[in-house]
């Protein structure tokens, strides 16, 4: 069956192709009891605009790309929320991409974005080098998740938690609390947010004279419980400050399972607060993130960058964080 166009219903009203366009897209120059007619002759053919030829006149699809590395995690589907909020009271439509963490992955991803000619870009960025390369495009593009290490005068902005202020709230609340043996457990400074958090650990740690403790892993919960059931980095540790809350959830389980009691045994941290930490037994104690601001203010960034000055000054903006007590530490 074949579409209907913009001609069917031009014949069926007895106007040019040109007055039905001018109808449909509420342009002047069409009679009110015209426009009323052709309406409804559309309507009752089933009409629906063609938006990609439309772009193509418009320079503009109203379509912005949302590129994460895993909207599963709790995390990304709060940040997503918040730009959901904003971009649909705009009228705009989001393509959502997942890259599994794969950079290449992410690389193809903005290709194809850009290839269905995205008026925008929000990225949750795996490396900067390659966000480097997405500039080239001249697209406007916000990155949330972490401010770059050197802030470049460049078309980009970012919006980002305070990772280094959040991390070293944490540990210096564990100090307080009389821990000793405090564990780093998450990804290292090869991860954009990793920088900013292992910075806040190790700057916390040296200054109460205490000894850094790295224990490496990916944002992953089942890794994490994994890692909690057999490791034995954690015999001498009476503190963990989880990466994020996926895998302080994953460590929860296996320390449970293995008879650690938490707090009493080791204290645990997490960062994040997704809303399950809450549920937790015993309840998160956890860093919070302002996720749905996030994606509010990184929505809406992109809008007034779309709709201004591409070359405008980069905008960073640094969200505060804050730690919330619950019962793991």
């Known amino acids: 069956m074949s579409r209907v166009t913009l001609r069917d219903v031009a014949e069926r009203a007895n106007v040019s192709v040109n007055t ?18 052709i309406m409804e002759i559309a309507e009752e053919l089933g009409y629906t605009q063609n938006l990609v030829a439309r772009g193509l006149v418009t320079q503009s699809t109203n379509v912005i790309g949302v590129v994460v590395s895993d909207n599963v995690n709790p995390y990304f589907s709060e940040v997503i929320q918040g730009i959901s909020l904003v971009t649909q009271a705009r009228g705009l439509t989001q393509l959502l991409v997942n890259t599994w963490f794969s950079r290449s992955a992410e690389r193809e991803a903005v290709n194809t974005l850009v290839q269905h000619r995205v008026d925008g870009l929000i990225l949750f960025p795996l490396d900067w080098s390659q966000v480097d390369e997405y500039l080239r495009y001249r697209l406007p593009m916000v990155c949330v998740g972490a401010i770059p290490p050197n802030a470049p005068e460049k078309p980009l902005d970012v919006v980002a938690p305070d990772d280094y202020g959040g991390t070293t709230e944490a540990i210096e609340y564990l100090i307080r609390a009389g821990r000793k043996r405090i564990a780093y457990c998450g990804p290292g400074e090869d991860s954009i947010s990793g920088i900013h958090r292992w910075n806040g650990y190790e700057k916390a740690i040296e200054a109460a004279g205490l000894q850094p403790i790295f224990i490496r892993l990916e944002a992953n919960t089942f890794d994490a419980y994994k890692l909690g059931l057999s490791a034995d980095q954690f015999q001498d540790v009476d503190a963990v400050f989880a990466f994020n809350d996926m895998i302080a959830i994953g460590l929860l389980r296996a320390f449970g399972e293995r008879g650690i009691r938490v707090p009493t045994d080791i204290a645990l941290v997490g960062y994040d607060d997704i809303q399950l930490a809450r549920y937790l037994t015993p309840a998160l104690t956890t860093v919070r993130i302002p996720k749905a601001e996030l994606g509010r203010q990184a929505a809406t960034l992109l809008i007034q960058r779309m709709g201004g000055d591409f070359l405008h000054r980069s905008v960073e903006r640094l969200l505060p964080t804050e730690l919330i007590v619950r019962e793991t530490a």
Do not use: Q, Y
Not at 20 to 37: C, F, M, P, Q, Y
């Open 20 to 37: 039905v366009s001018r109808a449909l897209n509420d342009k002047s120059g069409v009679s009110g009891e015209t426009r009323k007619r």
